[in-house]
């Protein structure tokens, strides 16, 4: 029970960070409520699981080709800087009053955590190459039998933070004024673009 509670943490690691899902879902929690910033964990959840089965079959090796970087990282920098600018752009937009009827589509707000975790060179150095390590150590230690088992909590300790990210945003938004959520809006938005600006540096990195 201890070492399923262990990778359980290790799932609550990974996605705890503030990165570009963390305030994409803030972002749209306090837009949109609960479901929207859900959705946004969920698809970068769903990202998670499809690294996780490359582990599974073995593509490593794959990813470690420099133009396949190359292109996550630059796609990573479009999704990541175009997120960004619509989030800046749509700031002034937005009023207390108008949140229920601003919403973006559910499944607008799904594929946009999951294409920033699908496309996200730091999320595939977890799977691909944290993972990887752990995955290999737990078949010697464990037996294959226990990787499945292992491997689910670390999702459950992934969904949980998704959870509790999505509640807080969805909460937070009960108590600003107009200002204050043009600024967050703002502010996310930013957040975003840097962190797109840092995969664009990242991606001219290898071509040099």
Avoid: C
Wanted: no cysteine; net charge neutral; charged share 10%.
């Amino acid at each position: 029970m201890s070492v399923f509670l262990g990778y359980i943490f290790l799932g609550l690691s990974l996605a705890a960070p503030i990165g570009p899902v963390n305030a994409a879902q803030l972002d749209r929690g306090i837009k949109s409520g609960f479901l929207h910033a859900w959705l946004v964990g969920l698809g970068a959840t769903v990202a998670d699981a499809i690294y996780m089965l490359f582990v599974f079959i073995g593509v490593v090796q794959f990813i470690e080709v420099p133009i396949i970087q190359t292109f996550l990282w630059a796609f990573g920098f479009f999704v990541l800087v175009y997120t960004g600018i619509e989030s800046i752009s749509g700031a002034g937009r937005i009023s207390v009053d108008s949140r229920s009827t601003t919403k973006d589509s559910e499944m607008k707000s799904f594929f946009s955590g999951f294409f920033m975790s699908l496309f996200n060179p730091l999320t595939i150095l977890f799977w691909l190459g944290i993972f990887g390590s752990i995955l290999a150590k737990t078949v010697t230690t464990y037996g294959t039998s226990q990787v499945i088992m292992y491997s689910a909590a670390i999702f459950i300790g992934i969904t949980v933070w998704d959870i509790t990210m999505a509640a807080l945003a969805s909460t937070m938004r009960k108590y600003l004024t107009n200002r204050l959520l043009t600024m967050i809006s703002i502010f996310s938005g930013f957040s975003l673009i840097g962190f797109g600006v840092y995969f664009g540096i990242q991606a001219l990195l290898i071509l040099i």
